[in-house]
Structures are given as C-alpha cells and as structure tokens.
C-alpha cells in the first residue's frame, strides 16, 4: 500500500499512532530527540522535518525490510511502533487526523527517510524538503540512526 500526503508539520512534527491508544503527544525533548529526528512512546512515532510548514510525505506499508538505497537521503532511522488495534493514524501536531489506514494488528518497524534536508531558505520556510516513511511488521527494537544528516539543525 502506497499513499502520498502533504502534511503540515506544526513545531516540526507529526506523528504515527495507534488510532486507538489515544497516545499522550506531550513529550520533552532531548537534544538527542532533535538530531535523530525522531521520537518514540508507548504506541507513536513522532517524525520531525525540517520545515515548520506543509511537507511532502510518502507512506509504504510493505512485508519486510526496504533495500532502498540509502545514498537517495541524507537522513534515515529506523523505530518500533505497536499497533495493537491494527488502525494506524497520521496526525498533523496541531491540524489533526490526516488518515486511518487498516493494518494487521502487532508491532511494526518504521524507516523514516529525510531528502533535500539541505535545500532550504535561509528562514526555513521553502525548500524541497521531502519524508518517505515504510512501515513492515516487525518485532520491537531499539530506535537506530541509520544514516545522520550532518546539516544543522
């Protein structure tokens, strides 16, 4: 299943979660969190693009790991969400729900692709800016940076 959005990225994020765990958003950030760009808890994921406007966001739900090339981005992690009522929901920080989409119940693995991280404007609100996020089943792990964009932040 492949879907395209574009997603307003109110405080740089938008999140992953299980339509019904209702997961709590109101997390604190490390510094960490920030370089990653990517946060988890219980039943989310929050992604955090570079740009604080509407982004361009690809979704895959796909049966096992990509093999995508990683030299296509400059930033790539990999996390674990738990969807146990099988209905994944993206959800704008501050715009609400964007989409439901019906999956088998358990947990899987997300890869967040980040590209053109470098392209934007010196106030950070243009820029070809653009996020692929692939989701497959998987059993829980730890959150890994796969590939760290060295850009600031």
Request: proline letters at 8%.
């Amino acid at each position: 299943m492949q879907k395209r959005y574009e997603i307003f990225a109110d405080y740089h994020q938008f999140y992953l979660w299980d339509q019904a765990e209702s997961p709590d958003t109101a997390l604190d950030y490390t510094d960490d969190d920030l370089q990653r760009r990517v946060k988890t808890a219980p039943f989310l994921v929050v992604i955090q693009p570079e740009r604080n406007m509407a982004v361009p966001v690809e979704l895959d739900i796909v049966a096992g790991p990509p093999d995508e090339a990683l030299d296509l981005w400059d930033h790539v992690v990999e996390a674990s969400l738990d969807l146990p009522s099988g209905r994944l929901e993206l959800h704008e920080c501050t715009g609400g729900s964007i989409d439901i989409l019906s999956v088998a119940p358990g947990p899987y693995r997300v890869r967040a692709y980040f590209g053109g991280l470098g392209t934007l404007t010196d106030d950070r609100l243009d820029g070809e800016d653009h996020y692929r996020l692939v989701l497959w089943p998987a059993p829980p792990a730890p959150l890994a940076v796969i590939k760290q964009f060295a850009g600031a932040r």
